[in-house]
């Protein structure tokens, strides 16, 4: 039986098709499916819809629920589509005409977006606490081989010197912009869509303000038809900032291919963090780099995705929606699983000294000896000629020193700002009042 179900059931087929994988990825919502019902029962009850008692005995029985979800002792019954069922059916059976009337001002469009929200917040605070750490370790290497120089390139052609000092603390702060865009979609997220009910709101003298309060949303989505349009929105917009994420990582995880290639041979990983090959015994192969790279190009196509399965839809809830969670819920833990490894490798990278001493490497210093005849009094382009003929004749000479003492150069790195940076942008995620709301619900 169906919530929705009256005297005529679907066919076997099409109730297959239209639930797909809803009934294995609802677990995900599970915990806020009941964590929505809470706030919501509290709300009824204020305006009168339910009785003290009634609100007592549904309130234990969802708390009974949550733990067994919390304790993974929850699952949906054979026959029943969806998590927001399996709570009603479990109360309805439980508590008889008190569970019935749980879903009294709301419809399952909008404790859909609502579950989802509440997810997805959590997912944003778990991403937000993967991506600190590792910018807190990119930091610390940063400061451990910022004397270290390396070859920087355009063009993928030897340029000018740089240093693992630039390049730790280039990804560094490339996070800190990825988390000014998770940011943005936090703010879209966090906005209570509760009481919109279908998408055109209800008769019922419904609180709706009480329930973002007991939720610990910053605020509404106010208007009615907006809080379902919202569907589909908020998933891009998360999807974005994911991708974000990802291209940084996907970057970065190139470089490192290519630095650990002999031909490079600018780092090293112990052998246990590498793989060989089944027949050639020298191999030591960047695989964890190159998934880090697969799954993050894979993810920085989900905004896409998600923009064509919503793409030209009218106002209003349409089940295209249920497929979004088909592709951003795996991608979220992709990208979460990718932070992780990418720590591991670069607790434990090793950076190969004295890398510019090669010889073919002399030309990276042109600019550096241009720059000298510069500040003695020469012009810029009679300097450049210069050093260019220099290069053609075969004469051109260097000492490999490096002067550079300007702001977010090899020898003023600004780590402290770049650090500074990313607690202002953190301190922004206001998941302590989210947290505490949350639990007070629970008490």
């Known amino acids: 039986m169906k919530l929705w179900q009256k005297n005529t059931e679907s066919l076997k087929e099409v109730e297959t098709f239209t639930v797909g994988k809803d ?59 969806d998590i927001h069922s399996q709570v009603e059916f479990i109360l309805t059976k439980k508590l008889g005409d008190s569970g019935k009337k749980i879903h009294s001002a709301r419809s399952r469009n909008d404790q859909v977006i609502l579950d989802l929200k509440l997810f997805l917040r959590n997912e944003i605070e778990q991403l937000v606490h993967e991506v600190n750490a590792f910018f807190d370790l990119l930091l610390q290497q940063c400061e451990k081989f910022k004397d270290h120089l390396l070859p920087g390139y355009t063009h993928l052609q030897l340029a000018m010197p740089s240093s693992f000092g630039l390049w730790f603390g280039a990804y560094a702060e490339s996070l800190v912009d990825d988390l000014i865009t998770l940011h943005a979609s936090w703010e879209v997220v966090n906005k209570n869509p509760l009481g919109s009910a279908a998408g055109f709101g ?12 007991l939720l610990g949303f910053d605020d509404l989505n106010y208007n009615v038809v907006y809080a379902q349009m919202s569907r589909g929105k908020t998933e ?66 989900l905004p896409n995705e998600i923009m064509m399965m919503t793409t030209n839809l009218p106002s209003g809830y349409h089940r295209d929606f249920q497929l979004l969670k088909e592709h951003l819920f795996p991608a979220i833990k992709n990208l979460k699983d990718c932070l992780r490894m990418a720590t591991l490798m670069f607790e434990n990278i090793d950076v190969k000294k004295d890398i510019l001493s090669d010889e073919k490497y002399k030309y990276l210093f042109t600019v550096e000896e241009m720059n000298k005849l510069v500040l003695e009094g020469m012009p810029l382009r009679d300097a450049y000629k210069k050093i260019g003929a220099d290069v053609e004749a075969g004469i051109f000479e260097t000492e490999k020193k490096l002067n550079h003492s300007h702001e977010g150069s090899i020898g003023n790195l600004q780590n402290e700002e770049i650090k500074r940076m990313m607690e202002n942008i953190i301190n922004r995620f206001n998941f302590k009042a989210v947290n505490d709301a949350l639990q007070k619900l629970l008490q």
């Open 202 to 213: 209800s008769s019922f003298p419904i609180n709706r303000k009480y329930t973002t309060q």
């Open 236 to 301: 891009r917009v998360l999807s974005q900032s994911l991708a974000n994420i990802a291209s940084t990582l996907a970057r970065m995880s190139m470089d490192a291919c290519l630095y650990l290639n002999q031909n490079f041979g600018f780092i090293s990983f112990p052998d246990e963090l590498t793989t060989g090959s089944s027949i050639m015994p020298h191999k030591k192969n960047p695989d964890v780099f190159e998934l880090i790279r697969g799954h993050c190009n894979r993810i920085q196509a």
């Open 23 to 81: 009934r294995k990825l609802d677990m995900f919502l599970a915990p806020f499916d009941v964590l929505g019902s809470l706030a919501h029962i509290k709300m009824l009850e204020k305006v009168g819809l339910l009785t003290e008692e009634e609100l007592a005995e549904l309130e234990k029985a969802l708390k009974d629920i949550y733990a067994d979800i919390i304790a993974e002792k929850f699952q949906l019954d054979q026959g029943v589509e």
